[in-house]
Every structure is written in structure tokens, then in C-alpha cells.
């Protein structure tokens, strides 16, 4: 059985994607080198997310924590993305499952997750789960929120309600170090049964 810590959960998200800078986009001399390491999380979960997938594209997806500052930093490889093992599990009929990934890198280019900011409301997303099940998600909104109070946390750390797929990712004005860019470009997506 998975616990939740739902009040520390909905600190430390909001500091999360705050802190968490989003790459560098060649403007700046960071590179993902000087990024922090996710703290990786340990799942034991049959349907946790190994993978997501947009169309034809797919990546592997990471589970994930908080550090001790609260910040929830994506996988260094930006070609993999990041599951909140505190948010909630694909195929749980409630909650929010959080997946973000960092948009670029200096070094390494575009990341998976630069996606996020170019869906549609209609477009579809997978998850697939460790036991080999898949689950699909209809693009309901996406939005670009100021990393300066405007993430919606509510909605982000939410363990009730209909089950509803957050892709979180940077968008906006590259600003530099240590936020990247300016605003969390965020996907909400619903379940919908295939």
C-alpha cells in the first residue's frame, strides 16, 4: 500500500517546480552538468509509469521525488521524464499523476518534454505501466503559468476527485539560472477509456 503525504505534498510541489530550473537552452554557460540529480524514488506498485508516449513518440519515465528542500527535480537525461511517486497511480480512477521533464539542455538539446507545450486540447497521451497495462488521456487544457505564484497546486496535488494527468514542463522567456525559464507551460489530460 502506497502512502501519501498530501499537506508536505502540496509544499513541497509548489517549491518543486518553482526551484527546479528547466534547462538552458544555449543561453547561458550552465549545462545539465550543474543541475542536481533527481532524487530517485522506489515504487512498488505494479501500475507505477515506466513510459509515456505522444504519437509516435515515447520516453521512459523515471519515478521521482522531493529532495529535502522540497524541490522535485526531472531525470538529467532529458529524454526521459519524471513521475511524482507522491501524486497519483495511472488506472486509480482519482487524483492527479504528475509527469514533468526538463525542455532542453544546453548539451543535449531539446527534451522530451518540450512536447508538453505543443499539445492540443483532443490530443491523446499513454502511459504504460510496469505490468505491461496502458492507459489513455485526452489533452483537456494546457496553460503557461508564472513559476512566481501561479501553479496551480491544488489541482497538482490532488489525490481525490477524477483521475487527471498533469505534464508539467518550463515554457516562457528563458531567464537563466537558477529558474531557466520563466513559466511552467502545464498539460491537464482525462482518462478515457479505450
Given at each position: 500500500m502506497r502512502r501519501?503525504?498530501?499537506?508536505?505534498?502540496?509544499?513541497?510541489?509548489?517549491?518543486?517546480?518553482?526551484?527546479?530550473?528547466?534547462?538552458?537552452?544555449?543561453?547561458t554557460t550552465s549545462s545539465q552538468s550543474d543541475l542536481r540529480a533527481p532524487v530517485v524514488a522506489t515504487v512498488d506498485d505494479p501500475s507505477q509509469p515506466v513510459s509515456l508516449s505522444l504519437?509516435?513518440?515515447?520516453?521512459?519515465?523515471?519515478?521521482?521525488a522531493t529532495d529535502a528542500d522540497g524541490v522535485l527535480l526531472p531525470p538529467q537525461?532529458?529524454?526521459?521524464?519524471?513521475?511524482?511517486?507522491?501524486?497519483?497511480?495511472?488506472?486509480?480512477?482519482?487524483?492527479?499523476?504528475?509527469?514533468?521533464?526538463?525542455?532542453?539542455?544546453?548539451?543535449?538539446?531539446?527534451?522530451f518534454a518540450k512536447k508538453f507545450s505543443g499539445l492540443k486540447e483532443g490530443d491523446e497521451v499513454t502511459l504504460s505501466g510496469k505490468d505491461g497495462h496502458t492507459w489513455t488521456y485526452r489533452v483537456d487544457t494546457v496553460s503557461s503559468v508564472s513559476k512566481n505564484g501561479g501553479l496551480p497546486l491544488d489541482e497538482l496535488n490532488r489525490l481525490d476527485g477524477p483521475e487527471t494527468l498533469a505534464l508539467v514542463?518550463?515554457?516562457?522567456?528563458?531567464?537563466?539560472?537558477?529558474?531557466?525559464?520563466?513559466?511552467?507551460?502545464?498539460?491537464?489530460?482525462?482518462?478515457?477509456e479505450t
Open positions: 501519501f503525504a498530501p499537506l508536505l505534498a502540496a509544499a513541497t510541489l509548489g517549491t518543486a517546480l518553482l526551484i527546479s530550473g528547466c534547462g538552458s537552452d544555449g543561453h504519437g509516435d513518440n515515447t520516453a521512459p519515465t523515471d519515478p521521482v537525461d532529458v529524454s526521459h521524464l519524471g513521475w511524482w511517486a507522491d501524486s497519483a497511480l495511472p488506472g486509480s480512477n482519482t487524483g492527479t499523476i504528475v509527469v514533468t521533464g526538463h525542455i532542453d539542455d544546453a548539451s543535449q538539446g531539446g527534451g514542463t518550463c515554457g516562457g522567456k528563458f531567464i537563466g539560472p537558477p529558474l531557466g525559464y520563466e513559466n511552467n507551460d502545464i498539460a491537464f489530460a482525462s482518462r478515457i
